[in-house]
């Protein structure tokens, strides 16, 4: 995909856009991968099961290196080159994987929230894409409140399940976006398999539950810029990277983030 100067415009203005078939070539691919995946999850996997007993909401980290049919699409994509055009930013990083499944009929909501206060990584050079392998109502999309990302506010992260994921962090909590709808700027799109949102690590985002009766099936994978750097959180991040040893402030890299764009 050719990413235009409206595309990336619009990436910098309001720290989200649409790309509409950016990777419907790898859409089989990355199917089989999930499949993969839910065979062979790794450490991280953390699948919830809600207490009303509807449907699994099945998710997994990090696993592109050690999946043949992520590895690919990591590998030899555009996302490398398509995530340095939107960042402004001579090279892309591979930050992570994350793979979420809401099976029909599951009831969990993702709650509002930014990426960047649970990782180890910032920076202003940053992007994720949200690509769908499923079709996605706009009813059941996630959404984006656009501008966010420009606030300058860092907010509280949380676990799905209500409690701080740093014990005692009393930074200032994610604004009630349900309440304000009627004066934010709230984006979401009704979504083909192949279609991919690129979005800002500080962007704030949720995501409904699955009432439908089709699959949701999400690859998302992070991807950091030049100026991305270390950074030391109060607490265990998430993911959490045990093995990789870093500087507050120190740049960003390591074997477990290679530089896919340009490659090598």
């Known amino acids: 995909m050719n990413v235009s100067q409206d595309n990336v415009d619009e990436f910098q203005n309001d720290g989200v856009v649409l790309l509409r078939g950016a990777f419907a070539d790898w859409v089989e691919v990355l199917r089989d991968g999930i499949d993969w995946n839910m065979s062979n999850p790794s450490y991280r996997e953390r699948t919830y099961r809600p207490d009303d007993g509807s449907a699994p909401f099945f998710q997994d980290y990090c696993t592109w290196n050690d999946n043949e049919y992520y590895r690919d699409f990591v590998n030899n ?3 490398g080159a398509i995530a340095a055009s939107l960042m402004k930013s001579r ?22 929230h930014q990426d960047q206060p649970y990782y180890l990584v910032e920076g202003e050079q940053t ?13 059941r999309t996630i959404e984006y ?13 949380m676990r799905f399940d209500g409690t701080p994921l740093f014990p005692g962090d009393d930074s200032e909590a994610v604004p ?3 309440s304000r709808r009627d004066e934010l700027d709230i984006r979401g799109w ?13 962007t704030i985002h949720g995501a409904p539950a699955n009432n439908s009766t089709v699959r949701r099936r999400v690859i998302s994978t992070r991807w950091t810029g030049d100026d991305a750097r270390f950074v030391a959180r109060p607490g265990q991040t998430s993911p959490a990277f045990p093995d990789v040893k870093y500087e507050d402030g120190a740049p960003f ?7 896919i764009y340009p490659a090598a």
């Open 176 to 178: 009630d976006v349900n």
């Open 145 to 157: 409140v656009a501008g966010s990302h420009r606030w300058d506010k860092s907010f509280r992260p």
């Open 190 to 202: 009704e979504m083909e398999p192949g279609d991919a949102i690129a979005f800002s690590f500080r």
């Open 77 to 79: 994509s555009d996302a």
């Open 127 to 139: 992007v994720s894409f949200w690509l769908p392998l499923d079709p996605i109502a706009r009813d």
């Open 91 to 112: 090279t892309a990083r591979i930050f992570h994987d994350h793979i979420l499944v809401k099976e029909p009929g599951n009831s969990v909501v993702t709650p509002w």
């Open 253 to 259: 890299g390591g074997d477990q983030f290679p530089i």
